[in-house]
C-alpha cells in the first residue's frame, strides 16, 4: 500500500497531562447532586489529552467524529452578538474564535498523523472513525488513513456533504462539498441501517406504482424507505437560525445525528477531540450515548456546556491541570439576592451564561440550575428557582468571554451586599 512521506515524519509516545475535574452540570438539576456524570468536556491540547485517555479507554470507544483545522490559513472569528442581521456582517460583534493557520503542509500532516494515530488507539475493535475535511487537504488525510489502519482496517466510505451559499470564486466551479472519510478497524463495525433511512422520492413512489416493470423486476419497501447515498445534502448553520451559535464553522446536528445514529448504539461512547460548537457530543447525549469532547479553546468549551445544558445528560467539566481554573473571583458589578426558592442576578456585565451550586463545597462545583442567553431573542432570566440553597456558589461567563465565580458565604454573610 502506497504511504505518504513528508518532512518531519514521525511518531513519539505523546506526554500524556494530568486532568482534573472543574465542575458537573446536572441540566435543570436533573440527578443532583448524585448522579455520575455520562459525558465529559475538556478543555486542553487533544493530543495530549488523547494520551492521559489512554489507560482507562484504549480500544474502547465507540465512534469517533473528527473535524479538525483544514488547513484554510485563515482566521475564524467568534460571533457574539444575539438577535443580529445576518445579511450584515459589517454589523456583528465579533471575537477570536480560533486559528487554522501553519507553517507549511508538512507541519499541517504531521499535527493530523499524530493525532489520527491516537485516535486509532482508542477506537474499539466494532468502532468507526470519521474524518470530516474539504479540498484543501482530504487527499492526504485518506493516504494517512489508509497507512494508519492497516491491511485489516476497513475504508467504509467518501462521503460527500454538500450545501448552497453565496461564494466568491469566479474563476472556477463554486466550492460547496466538504468530504468525510469513514474507517473501521475491522469489518465487525456498527451500521445501523434501519436507524437512518429516509422516504423515497415522489417521484421513485410514482414510478414503481405506476408500472410493475419498473426497477427491472426488483421492487424496494416504498414504505420502509432507502439507506441514504455517500452524498449528503444538509444545509450549512447559518441556514439554521435556531441552531447557530455563533462559533466559527459550526456544523449542522442533522449531519451528526445521521453519523451517531448510523455508527454507534445507545450507551456506546461517542468522542469527538476537536469539539468546536460542540455539536457531536450534543446529539450522543439527546441520543442516550456517552460522550467525550475535548477543545484547547476556552470558548468552544463553553459553546458546548451551553447547549449541553438544554439535554437531559449529565457531565463534567475538565481541564488540563497545568491550566489556570477557568474561573475567576470577581465580585465588581454584580449583586446577588438569595431567597429561599430562588437566586436574582443583578449586574451591568453582559452575561451570556450563569449557573447555581446551592449547596457549594469549596471544591467541586456542582451546577443545579442553568440559565442562559436565548440564542434568538438574546434574552437571559435573571432569576433561578433553586431548592432551599445553603452556601450557595454563583458562576457566570459573559459574552467575552470573562468567567466569574462567587462564592456567597465566603464573600459576605449576606448575599445583597455585593
Not at 487533544?46 to 488547513?71: H, K, Q, T
Not at 441501517?193 to 421513485?204: D, F, G, I, K, L
Not at 458546548?304 to 491550566?323: G, Y
Request: glycine share 6%; hydrophobic share 35%.
Amino acid at each position: 500500500m502506497p504511504i505518504l512521506n513528508w518532512k518531519g515524519k514521525h511518531l513519539a509516545d505523546p506526554r500524556p497531562v494530568s486532568l482534573t475535574q472543574d465542575s458537573i452540570l446536572y441540566p435543570m438539576g436533573k440527578g443532583y447532586p448524585r448522579s455520575k456524570p455520562e459525558g465529559r468536556v475538556i478543555l486542553g491540547e487533544n493530543l495530549s489529552i488523547m494520551a492521559a485517555l489512554l489507560p482507562e479507554y484504549e480500544g474502547r470507544i465507540d465512534l469517533i467524529y473528527a473535524d479538525p483545522p483544514f488547513f484554510t490559513n485563515r482566521k475564524f472569528p467568534a460571533r457574539i452578538g444575539r438577535g443580529e442581521d445576518s445579511r450584515k456582517p459589517s454589523k456583528w460583534k465579533l471575537v477570536a474564535g480560533y486559528q487554522d493557520s501553519w507553517p507549511d503542509l508538512d507541519s499541517y500532516l504531521q499535527f493530523l498523523y499524530e493525532r489520527l494515530s491516537l485516535m486509532h488507539r482508542l477506537l474499539s475493535p466494532n468502532g468507526t472513525l470519521y474524518l470530516h475535511l474539504d479540498w484543501h487537504a482530504d487527499a492526504y488525510a485518506r493516504l494517512i488513513l489508509d497507512e494508519i489502519f492497516g491491511e485489516k482496517g476497513v475504508f467504509i466510505n467518501e462521503i460527500i456533504w454538500t450545501y448552497h451559499g453565496p461564494s466568491p470564486i469566479k474563476s472556477a466551479f463554486n466550492r460547496k462539498h466538504d468530504t468525510i472519510l469513514s474507517y473501521a478497524k475491522s469489518g465487525d463495525y456498527t451500521f445501523n441501517a434501519n436507524a437512518v433511512r429516509e422516504p423515497y422520492s415522489q417521484n421513485t413512489i410514482t414510478t414503481f406504482n405506476s408500472s410493475k416493470k419498473a426497477g427491472f423486476g426488483k421492487v424496494p419497501d416504498l414504505e420502509r424507505g432507502k439507506v441514504p447515498e455517500d452524498w449528503w445534502y444538509f444545509p450549512v448553520v447559518a441556514r439554521l437560525h435556531n441552531e447557530r451559535t455563533g462559533y466559527p464553522t459550526q456544523k449542522p446536528e442533522a449531519l451528526l445525528e445521521r453519523i451517531v445514529l448510523a455508527s454507534s448504539n445507545q450507551g456506546d461512547l461517542v468522542a469527538d477531540f476537536f469539539c468546536g460548537s460542540g455539536t457531536t457530543s450534543l446529539v450522543a447525549a439527546k441520543h442516550g450515548r456517552r460522550f467525550i469532547t475535548t477543545d484547547a479553546e476556552v470558548r468552544a468549551v463553553h459553546t458546548a456546556r451551553n447547549r449541553l445544558a438544554e439535554t437531559k445528560a449529565v457531565f463534567s467539566i475538565e481541564r488540563d491541570a497545568s491550566l489556570k481554573g477557568l474561573f475567576s473571583p470577581d465580585g465588581k458589578k454584580i449583586k446577588v439576592h438569595v431567597a429561599s426558592g430562588s437566586v436574582r442576578l443583578e449586574t451591568t456585565l453582559d452575561v451570556d451564561f450563569w449557573e447555581v451550586d446551592p449547596d457549594w463545597d469549596g471544591k467541586l462545583f456542582r451546577s443545579a440550575a442553568q440559565a442562559q442567553r436565548h440564542v434568538r431573542s438574546g434574552e437571559l432570566p435573571m432569576e433561578i428557582k433553586i431548592g432551599s440553597p445553603r452556601r450557595v456558589c454563583i458562576r457566570l461567563v459573559t459574552v467575552q468571554g470573562k468567567q466569574i465565580q462567587l462564592d456567597i458565604q465566603a464573600v459576605a454573610h449576606t448575599a445583597d451586599r455585593f
